[in-house]
């Protein structure tokens, strides 16, 4: 299921990454407001600072931060290929480029909505796995080629064609919608929050059904992610190479080398990101069991008069918790059958609290969890929240953005 949603969901990516294109350089760009935050994009792309556009996404987490700051690297590469190809072969550059502004604006604008909608967009030019026949076969390397020439020709071709047309539209103090023609964002829109500290950010939409499923939730599927940009990031350096230096003399070897470099491995780390989603689903089933007990202690406590949002925090945090420790149970279980996974439906809710305790303590944090009416202070319970955190700071190995959350 998921290489045959990969095409959709790099379809989206990419369509998302260049409404997102904004940068910043040494903090001069605004992100006071949602209009402020659209023109900083857009002044980032045409200063050159493509790679610090994933600073105006919004993360939730340093794993979903470290891989944005992969990305980063990846949309500065694309850039300065750009720069190369368009130096290199100018006339088949601006011929590409028109056919860019055609397909974006008017008829075949509507027409790209409705394929992007339906998830036809680029059917099958991503896809892995072995073709059925020699006629997909040929359909999809001519999809790769296009959309492989379109990418390298111009990168970020969109927000210099639509920079007239986005706009923003206030949801709530906290909310916007990016709206293109007065419209949301196809093929499912695009909305910006502001954070605690005022700034506003760009919001994937990470948690819709069709997305959220193959949505990392541990550090080790962030890290496939992470893989997956760098594989890509190293794969349009070389190519950047060989325009440079001449190896490449004619626009259409750019899409047969890009398709030797990174279809590959790109596909290879597809099919590893695949077999994980099958440990992520053993892995939720257990998790179901578990929301639903801790779930009760949660409404108890709550009931009880705990502060609400130090609760929510700390709830949070523990279920993340219980997300690795699963995992890493669930991995042991692939291994050696042999291996028991907690049976929480029928776990008393006492023992829960227990298990919860070791996890937490293994993580550093010591917390005493009874069951309702009793809780931990709101004093406590944030204090475990930034253990944790501070935790998964110190595991973070990729360098962080100075901006966004």
């Known amino acids: 299921m998921l290489l045959r949603s990969a095409p959709t969901l ?3 990516l990419a369509l998302l990454s260049a409404v997102i294109l904004p940068g910043c350089k040494k903090n001069e760009y605004s992100q006071a407001s949602p209009d402020d935050t659209v023109q900083a994009a857009l002044a980032m792309v045409r200063n050159g600072d493509a790679a610090k556009l994933p600073r105006l996404i919004y993360a939730d987490s340093r794993e979903y931060r470290s891989v944005l700051n992969r990305l980063g690297a990846l949309f500065g590469t694309l850039q300065e290929m750009g720069t190369e190809v368009a130096a290199r072969f100018p006339a088949e550059v601006a011929k590409l480029q028109e056919q860019i502004k055609e397909a974006a604006t008017g008829e075949g604008a509507a027409q790209l909505a409705e394929r992007l909608r339906s998830g036809e967009a680029a059917s099958g030019s991503l896809a892995v796995g072995q073709p059925q026949n ?12 296009d959309v492989s020439l379109r990418l390298f020709a111009d990168p970020f071709s969109f927000l210099d064609i ?7 539209q206030r949801l709530s103090d906290d909310q916007a919608a990016v709206l293109l023609d007065g419209k949301p964002v196809p093929p499912i829109g695009l909305t910006m929050r502001r954070d605690a500290d005022g700034l506003w950010y760009f919001e994937l939409p990470l948690n819709l059904p069709a997305v959220a499923q193959f949505v990392p939730q541990t550090r080790h599927e962030w890290s496939i992610i992470g893989s997956l940009i760098r594989v890509l990031d190293n794969a349009v350096k070389e190519l950047t190479v060989d325009v440079r230096n001449g190896s490449i003399g004619r626009m259409d070897q750019l899409a047969e080398k890009a398709g030797e470099k990174a279809f590959v491995p790109a596909a290879m780390v597809f099919i590893v990101y695949s077999k994980e989603m099958d440990v992520r ?43 690795e420790e699963m995992d890493r ?15 929480f439906a029928q776990m008393p809710l006492d023992q829960l609290l227990k298990d919860v305790q070791t996890w937490l303590a293994t993580s550093g944090v010591t917390i005493t969890l009874t069951p309702p009416p009793a809780a931990p202070t709101a004093e406590q319970m944030q204090a475990a929240v930034a253990a944790l955190a501070a935790l998964a700071e110190k595991r973070s190995t990729a360098p962080v953005a100075t901006t966004g959350r």
């Open 134 to 145: 020699d006629a997909e076969r040929r359909a999809r390397e001519q999809q790769f080629r």
């Open 281 to 323: 689903q053993r892995r939720e089933r257990v998790m179901r069991d578990f929301r639903r007990k801790w779930g009760e202690w949660v409404s108890g406590v709550r009931e009880a008069g705990a502060d609400p949002d130090a609760l929510k925090a700390f709830s949070d945090a523990v279920v993340k918790v219980t997300v």
């Open 162 to 168: 639509a920079k007239e047309r986005l706009t923003t």
């Open 10 to 12: 790099v379809a989206l």
């Open 329 to 343: 149970r669930v991995r042991a279980r692939v291994a050696d059958n042999a291996q028991a996974l907690p049976a």
